[in-house]
């Protein structure tokens, strides 16, 4: 059976009841291009970058032209892609040039990298990220990425910015570039409901309590730590497939994107409870005084950091669960002291947590967990 090209997969879809948008067909029609130049070897293939606000549509269209292809094509977050490149810059300590080496590596193994949430905020990120985009399109691999902001908007208040912009100069040179950002947010059509949000009740137990014992009947019950990695976490129960965790052991503490990696490799369904409200104003900017990055010592001068919440690197922990927990359709059960939409509405990263709000209300429905 042959594979159905992304813009035959769109028009199926809207065949079968999707609403039609006139910005997705867009995007289906440079994605179309694409798989043209790839299996028919029309000229150069031009990558396609897919950005605009959440619920758009922009995975879908992604995962479809994934499906797509017959040539060698890897498709991962991008949180994944960075934990592979890190640790292959790690091994490669003492190499020359070791970005060179990482390219021609992707070039050896895939033709197309498809990645997720291009969302760049970590300055080791966009460092390494300015320097290997250049090669890896040179060495012939096409990258098809979706992203909430445009090129030109990514890592827009980072500290030294300027050792990204080659990415950015990449990203437009060997990619189109398509708005996807029709009016519908479609996560939120409706479907059958299947709760995993509740507001916890002064006095009450926790609701958690019940779904848990539901999730892991029949299963041996454990209250003890759980190893990631080399690293323990606080837990208020776990069975071999469920665990169930207070909000600060998971997002108050030293964890990182790749500790939540590992966490949905181990449990296929994860519970949250006591989530505080976490929106707060941002604090007074502060500035910064003869500062180092990594071992490279930068030109000493004022820098302006951000103007964090006090909750703010709990939230970006939070914010890095769902999106795990979201792409790996994971059901994320949570226990909040506020409802949902009150979760987060002030604050530094109140951009970042539109596209977290959104994936959990798409979490409330029955279709969440359908592959």
Same mark, same amino acid.
Request: glycine share 6%; hydrophobic share 40%; net charge negative.
């Given at each position: 059976?042959?594979?159905?090209?992304?813009?035959?997969?769109?028009?199926?879809?809207?065949?079968?009841?999707?609403?039609?948008?006139?910005?997705?067909?867009?995007?289906?029609?440079?994605?179309?291009?694409?798989?043209?130049?790839?299996?028919?070897?029309?000229?150069?293939?031009?990558?396609?970058?897919?950005?605009?606000?959440?619920?758009?549509?922009?995975?879908?269209?992604?995962?479809?032209?994934?499906?797509?292809?017959?040539?060698?094509?890897?498709?991962?977050?991008?949180?994944?892609?960075?934990?592979?490149?890190?640790?292959?810059?790690?091994?490669?300590?003492?190499?020359?040039?070791?970005?060179?080496?990482?390219?021609?590596?992707?070039?050896?193994?895939?033709?197309?990298?498809?990645?997720?949430?291009?969302?760049?905020?970590?300055?080791?990120?966009?460092?390494?990220?300015?320097?290997?985009?250049?090669? /890896?399109?040179?060495?012939? %691999?096409?990258? =098809?990425?979706?992203?909430?902001?445009? +090129?030109? #908007? *990514?890592?827009?208040?980072?500290?030294?910015?300027?050792?990204?912009?080659?990415?950015?100069?990449?990203?437009?040179?060997? /990619?189109?570039?398509?708005? %996807?950002?029709? =009016?519908?947010?479609?996560?939120?059509? +409706?479907? #059958? *409901?299947?709760?995993?949000?509740?507001?916890?009740?002064?006095?009450?137990?926790?609701?958690?309590?019940?779904?848990?014992?539901?999730?892991?009947?029949?299963?041996?019950?454990?209250?003890?730590?759980?190893?990631?990695?080399?690293?323990?976490?606080?837990?208020?129960?776990?069975?071999?497939?469920?665990?169930?965790?207070?909000?600060?052991?998971?997002?108050?503490?030293?964890?990182?994107?790749?500790?939540?990696?590992?966490?949905?490799?181990?449990?296929?369904?994860?519970?949250?409870?006591?989530?505080?409200?976490?929106?707060?104003?941002?604090?007074?900017?502060?500035?910064?005084?003869?500062?180092?990055?990594?071992?490279?010592?930068?030109?000493?001068?004022?820098?302006?950091?951000?103007?964090?919440?006090?909750?703010?690197?709990?939230?970006?922990?939070?914010?890095?669960?769902?999106?795990?927990?979201?792409?790996?359709?994971?059901?994320?059960?949570?226990?909040?002291?506020?409802?949902?939409?009150?979760?987060?509405?002030?604050?530094?990263?109140?951009?970042?947590?539109?596209?977290?709000?959104?994936?959990?209300?798409?979490?409330?429905?029955?279709?969440?967990?359908?592959?």
């Amino acid at each position: 059976m042959s594979a159905v090209s992304p813009l035959d997969a769109y028009e199926r879809a809207v065949q079968r009841g999707f609403q039609p948008d006139e910005a997705q067909l867009q995007a289906a029609r440079q994605l179309q291009a694409c798989y043209l130049a790839l299996t028919e070897r029309r000229g150069r293939a031009q990558g396609v970058y897919l950005w605009g606000p959440v619920g758009r549509g922009k995975t879908w269209l992604m995962d479809r032209f994934f499906e797509s292809l017959s040539v060698p094509a890897r498709r991962q977050h991008f949180h994944h892609f960075m934990r592979w490149v890190h640790k292959r810059m790690f091994e490669l300590i003492g190499t020359p040039h070791p970005l060179t080496v990482v390219a021609k590596e992707l070039a050896r193994e895939v033709r197309v990298l498809c990645f997720d949430e291009l969302f760049v905020t970590d300055i080791g990120d966009a460092v390494i990220l300015g320097g290997l985009l250049q090669v /890896m399109f040179e060495e012939g %691999v096409v990258l =098809v990425c979706t992203s909430n902001q445009p +090129p030109d #908007q *990514l890592y827009s208040h980072g500290h030294n910015r300027e050792r990204f912009m080659p990415a950015i100069v990449a990203i437009q040179k060997y /990619m189109n570039v398509v708005a %996807v950002d029709g =009016v519908e947010d479609h996560r939120l059509h +409706p479907g #059958q *409901l299947h709760q995993r949000y509740w507001v916890a009740e002064a006095g009450r137990p926790s609701a958690l309590q019940g779904i848990f014992d539901t999730l892991s009947a029949g299963k041996p019950i454990h209250d003890s730590q759980v190893m990631l990695g080399y690293r323990s976490i606080n837990v208020v129960q776990h069975s071999d497939t469920a665990v169930w965790c207070r909000y600060r052991d998971l997002c108050e503490q030293p964890l990182a994107a790749m500790d939540f990696i590992t966490l949905c490799d181990r449990f296929s369904v994860i519970l949250i409870s006591e989530v505080p409200s976490l929106s707060a104003a941002q604090r007074e900017s502060k500035i910064a005084r003869g500062t180092e990055d990594g071992v490279e010592q930068v030109a000493a001068g004022d820098r302006e950091l951000p103007q964090l919440s006090p909750h703010d690197d709990g939230v970006r922990r939070f914010i890095a669960l769902v999106d795990e927990c979201y792409d790996r359709r994971i059901p994320l059960y949570v226990e909040a002291q506020v409802a949902m939409d009150a979760l987060y509405t002030e604050g530094y990263l109140s951009f970042a947590f539109r596209r977290t709000l959104s994936r959990l209300q798409e979490m409330q429905l029955e279709r969440f967990t359908e592959h």
